[in-house]
């Protein structure tokens, strides 16, 4: 079975430019689950998609949408990019009826200036 | 809202030796337990999960255990190697399909 992929690996953005990341879910899985991980620090929720709908959210502003596909990847965009923006930015699939846990994908890392 | 913390933040041990990291959490209505590990600039790797109705789990020389009345895990590592080197992550969720608070890590190193 093939494991969760993210796109792009890195990438450099100006602030107050707009960004797309994108992700694959493992094969099976049906729920994409979207963290932002700051240097040091544990990753933080950002949102849940399960059935192409947000399914729960962190504390982020708007400006950070999402959306999942009838295949179930799915894709974060981040408008009005501050500094503080970035970040690693991890993707977790899971299957949402059952307890399996999340599967990561390697991340991507997001540089604004 | 589930608050997790991992102690020892940091961690230094001569190769061969066992070792336990500590996680700790605030809701003890945890509905499952996750420990990952990552290394510097990458994802993260699922070690074990842990459900609400289990105790432990093991995996080669880990071994995870869950005390839900005292909002404690630990990951035991046995015969410690370089390779294990990484920062080590808990994880716990309070609902099904819901979002995973995470701590913020214990970073390991062992000294060859």
């Known amino acids: 079975e093939t494991g969760v992929t993210q796109s792009p690996t890195h990438l450099i953005k100006t602030r107050g430019q707009q960004v797309t990341l994108r992700c694959s879910s493992q094969?099976?899985?049906?729920?994409v689950s979207w963290y932002q991980q700051a240097l040091g620090q544990g990753p933080q929720f950002i949102f849940q998609?399960?059935?192409?709908?947000?399914?729960g959210r962190g504390n982020f502003p708007p400006r950070f949408s999402g959306l999942q596909f009838p295949n179930y990847s799915s894709e974060l965009n981040v408008n009005a990019l501050e500094l503080d923006d970035s970040a690693l930015y991890l993707c977790?699939?899971?299957?949402?009826?059952?307890?399996?846990?999340?599967?990561f994908g390697s991340g991507t890392r997001l540089t604004v200036v | 809202k589930q608050e997790v913390t991992q102690i020892p933040a940091a961690l230094s041990v001569p190769e061969g030796e066992n070792l336990v990291l500590n996680c700790s959490f605030t809701?003890?209505?945890?509905?499952?337990l996750q420990w990952f590990r990552q290394d510097p600039g990458k994802g993260l790797t699922s070690l074990l999960l842990?459900?609400?109705?289990?105790r432990e789990q093991t995996s080669g020389r880990l071994n995870a255990s869950l005390d839900k009345s005292s909002g404690r895990s630990t990951l035991y590592i046995a015969a410690s190697q370089p390779g294990d080197s990484a920062t080590y992550l808990c994880?716990?969720?309070?609902?099904?399909?819901?979002?995973?608070?995470f701590g913020t890590g214990t970073s390991l190193t062992v000294i060859p």
């Open positions: 842990i459900q609400s109705s289990q």
């Open positions: 809701d003890s209505a945890i509905y499952n």
């Open positions: 977790a699939s899971s299957y949402r009826d059952r307890v399996y846990g999340y599967t």
């Open positions: 094969s099976g899985h049906n729920t």
């Open positions: 994880a716990g969720a309070v609902h099904t399909g819901n979002q995973f608070y």
């Open positions: 998609y399960y059935r192409e709908e947000e399914n």
